[in-house]
């Protein structure tokens, strides 16, 4: 895969460092970039700082060859052909993006640039980003013929992240000069030339040398507004489900069926309909309202975002009320939360519908006994454990003498649970699921008064009394 290309990614969390791992692991040679040192120490000593299928294996591969970590991010711009800017872009109180991190990031790489460099938005920002970056070189004094603005969104879900990135749909490039075009192509080579897939430990995926993904090139600002629409968009192919969920259940349909049907449309397609509590996590929230933030400032009407994250709330609300109605009242009861990650596969509690949820129990009087493969830590930093919230190490504890058991996540852990000793740990039969996980006549054969979402209740299977 010939001699690789020297990066700067700077940012080390999700995106960075993913980014980072998987370049190095496609060949090129790759500095990571961040200001905190502890975390920095931390991944030189072998640490990997977020849960991540793959990303261990890769940095183990490369750490000390290809991938080097670093709080100096002047040596690493002095040494970088590309530098990948994949800091922080927070929602700040007006609901736009907080682009505080990217400017002074975009300050400091001035002041160290001496050659030709590619400087690649690789964060979630708004169109016009492209733009200030290049002011901000500008008004350091960078000469324009020292450095191109290019754009290069992620599309990662966090958990699999390192197989989206290796195996992705597509790899959207905007660049606005052929020199900035051509290095970028270079760095994705390996992959869109297929010859990552024949390496010897190449990470297993959907793409293969026959079918690698393909390149889109287009301008920078296409680019940067291909991210927040396709993000926007899947925040309201879940908000529609979901309001065609709770017509589900008020007609007394099963929303699964409806969205199966849906899906078979390849015009509108089967993903992201699953219904749910909502969504959550590091990016739908903060890219729905960064973009109608964008739209706002044009002038432009964007209401439909505004339902979307009506609707997104408002689920998370009635899921509660759901649990309510199913127990009368909190006040004394003992909950089994299984699912404290926003979904299952990662341990990040960031707009988690889950512990929304649990905070609303929690406030009207319910004990809570909380499970999470993963996210119990990082939880437990925003609701700790006290006399009303617990956290246990499996699911059986949780369950253990509860009033319910409610499923806020979709770790694959908890579709596979051995119904009969859950049945058996729980005070009460009564599972409230927010994800989905179960067949609503195999829980009811099982014993459980089963309360999904978009789907009719199901009760618990008894024997006749009377024998005819
Ligand atoms: C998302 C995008 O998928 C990714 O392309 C982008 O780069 C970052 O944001 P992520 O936040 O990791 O990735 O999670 P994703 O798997 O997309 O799920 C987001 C939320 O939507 C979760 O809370 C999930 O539970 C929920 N969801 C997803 C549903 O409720 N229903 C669905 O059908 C799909």
Redesign the pocket.
């Known amino acids: 895969m010939g001699e690789g290309v020297s990066i700067a990614v700077v940012g080390s969390g999700y995106v960075g460092l993913v980014a980072a791992a998987c370049f190095a692991e496609i060949g090129h040679r790759v500095v990571c970039v961040d200001n905190d040192e502890g975390k920095v120490r931390m991944l030189r000593e072998g640490g990997v700082p977020i849960h991540e299928d793959y990303l261990p294996e890769l940095l183990n591969r490369h750490r000390a060859n290809r991938v080097e970590f670093t709080t100096d991010l002047k040596a690493a711009t002095e040494g970088a052909q590309a530098i990948f800017i994949a800091v922080g872009t927070p929602q700040s109180e007006t609901g736009s993006a907080d682009m505080s991190y990217v400017d002074a990031v975009a300050s400091e790489i001035a002041r160290s640039i001496g050659d030709y460099k590619v400087i690649v938005e690789k964060s979630?920002v708004p169109v016009y980003t492209n733009e200030w970056i290049r002011k901000v070189l500008e008004r350091n004094g960078v000469p324009q013929d020292l450095f191109d603005v290019a754009s290069n969104p992620?599309?990662?879900?966090?958990?699999t992240a390192v197989v989206?990135f290796l195996h992705a749909d597509r790899i959207v490039l905007g660049a606005e000069t052929e020199r900035a075009a051509a290095l970028l192509r270079a760095i994705y080579e390996p992959l869109t030339s297929g010859a990552y897939y024949r390496t010897a430990h190449a990470v297993p995926g959907a793409r293969s040398a026959d079918d690698p993904p393909p390149v889109l090139l287009t301008t920078t600002k296409a680019a940067e507004i291909i991210k927040h629409a396709?993000?926007a968009f899947?925040a309201a192919?879940?908000s529609f489900?979901n309001v065609v969920a709770n017509i589900c259940e008020a007609a007394g349909a099963d929303v699964e069926d409806v969205a199966r049907g849906m899906g078979m449309d390849t015009r509108i397609g089967p993903?992201?309909?699953?219904?749910?509590?909502?969504?959550?996590?590091?990016?739908?929230p903060k890219?729905v309202a960064a973009f109608r933030h964008v739209a706002e400032q044009m002038n432009i009407e964007f209401g439909l975002l505004e339902e979307v994250e009506k609707i997104n709330a408002e689920q998370k609300r009635r899921f509660f009320r759901k649990v309510r109605a199913a127990l009368w009242t909190f006040r004394g009861k003992k909950i089994a939360a299984l699912g404290l990650a926003?979904?299952g596969g990662?341990d990040d509690v960031r707009e988690s519908?889950a512990l929304e949820i649990v905070e609303l129990m929690l406030r009207e009087g319910a004990m809570v006994r909380a499970y999470d493969p993963a996210a119990a830590a990082r939880a437990s930093e925003t609701i700790p454990a006290g006399e009303q919230m617990q956290y246990l190490d499996d699911a059986y504890e949780a369950a253990r003498d509860a009033d319910a058991v409610v499923i806020l996540?979709?770790w694959q852990e908890f579709a596979e649970l051995d119904l009969k000793r859950l049945r058996a740990a729980l005070r009460y039969p009564i599972v409230v699921d927010g994800?989905n996980l179960f067949d609503p006549e195999a829980m009811a054969a099982q014993g459980f008064t089963y309360l999904s979402v978009g789907r009719p209740v199901a009760h618990p299977v008894r024997e006749a009394i009377h024998s005819r």
Do not use: M, Q, V
Not at 271 to 284: E, H, N, T
């Open positions: 979630t992620e599309f990662l879900r966090e958990g989206d396709s993000n899947l192919k879940i489900i993903k992201f309909l699953r219904a749910g509590i909502g969504y959550g996590g590091s990016c739908f890219d926003f979904k990662t519908p996540n979709d994800r």
